[in-house]
């Protein structure tokens, strides 16, 4: 499912937006720092301070989130359904590094607090734009 030409879209370089739904069907879009790549068939995203998205996830696992390539700005939406949440792993270490390599580039240094790395399976991964 996710390819080498997928990576530079999975590297934190642009925010990525998130998309939940409540079990009412109301919908929830916010800006997320990482979209993380586990394996070809997972992905793990920062989970900070998304009470909405996390409310919505308990009660509705299926999610979309949208990936910019910043080399050639094509975009990809993910079709994600919740598998687990991680804590204490070497993942949710990596995933925190990184988190706060971006906060200290952007000024925001001790702000940012991962509290989990959620992975995701990746249901479906589909090109939506390219900038070419």
């Keep these: 499912m996710i390819t080498e030409e997928h990576l530079p879209a999975l590297q934190g370089m642009f925010p990525s937006w998130m998309t939940t739904c409540s ?3 109301e919908p929830n879009t916010t800006v997320i720092s990482q979209v ?11 989970f900070q301070f998304f009470s909405k998205t996390k409310k919505n996830i308990k009660e509705n696992p299926n999610a979309f989130t949208t990936v910019v390539d910043p080399g050639t700005m094509t975009m990809y939406n993910l079709e994600l359904e919740f598998d687990h949440s991680e804590t204490d792993s070497d993942l949710f270490d990596e995933m925190d590094m990184k988190l706060e390599a971006i906060a200290s580039m ?3 240094s001790g702000i940012f607090k991962l509290l989990a790395a959620d992975v ?3 249901k479906s991964l589909k090109l939506i734009g390219s900038g070419n």
């Design 36 to 46: 993380w790549y586990v394996d070809e068939e997972h992905v793990a995203l920062s």
């Design 23 to 25: 079990a009412k069907g």
């Design 120 to 122: 995701y399976k990746v």
């Design 106 to 108: 952007s000024g925001m």
